[in-house]
């Protein structure tokens, strides 16, 4: 379980090439403010290729107002 104070977060790396989001890993904000960019394998296009910092949820778990 995650402590209370932890900096670290949990982020998802989506491919600049073919939009494919499947490595997630984690950074600590505090030291890294910026987004992640790194070059990784696309099985999809067989090739290594830029691989950029996203939300991991993308909006799933997020609270979102009621509407009245």
Known sequence: MAKKGDKRKLVGLVSEESGERIYY???NTMN???KLQL???SKKLRKHVL???TKKNLGRNEVKPKKH
Do not use: L, N
């Open 25 to 27: 890993t984690s950074k």
């Open 32 to 34: 890294t403010p910026e």
């Open 39 to 41: 070059r990784k394998y």
């Open 51 to 53: 691989f950029v910092e």
